[in-house]
């Protein structure tokens, strides 16, 4: 199993930047290639915000194309998720999510709110 947890969430103003963080840990920890962000706001579908692979490799959403960066050190086991000019709408639940290469099989964390205000 994989085992997730986030940090970094809290409230911000519009315009104001967050850092979010997963470490991640487990038994088939080495299993995983792709970790990623996504976010669910009330009332709405939870969202791809960024994933990154093994190897470094990044998708973003467009909503944060070039507000958000997303990165990852092997070694620690650990994505980040650095949030810039952030709006409003950004606030959400923000999840960190792990993927398996081979079964697909994702893992998620417990989730940490951002609250962006205006």
């Known amino acids: 199993q994989v085992q997730l947890v986030e940090s970094g969430g809290g409230l911000v103003l519009a315009g104001g930047s967050l850092r979010l963080s997963c470490a991640a840990s487990?038994?088939?920890?080495?299993?995983?290639?792709?970790m990623g962000w996504y976010r669910q706001g009330p009332g709405t579908q939870r969202e791809l915000v960024a994933a990154?692979?093994?190897?470094?490799?990044?998708n973003y959403a467009d909503s944060v194309k070039g507000r958000f960066t997303i990165s990852r050190d092997n070694a620690k086991k650990t994505v980040y998720l650095q949030m810039n000019s952030l709006k409003p709408e950004d606030a959400a639940v923000y999840y960190c999510?792990?993927?398996?290469?081979?079964?697909?099989?994702?893992?998620w964390g417990q989730g940490t709110q951002v609250t962006v205000s205006s």
């Open positions: 999510n792990a993927r398996a290469a081979v079964s697909a099989t994702n893992y």
């Open positions: 487990g038994s088939i920890i080495f299993s995983i290639n792709t």
């Open positions: 990154v692979s093994r190897v470094g490799s990044t």
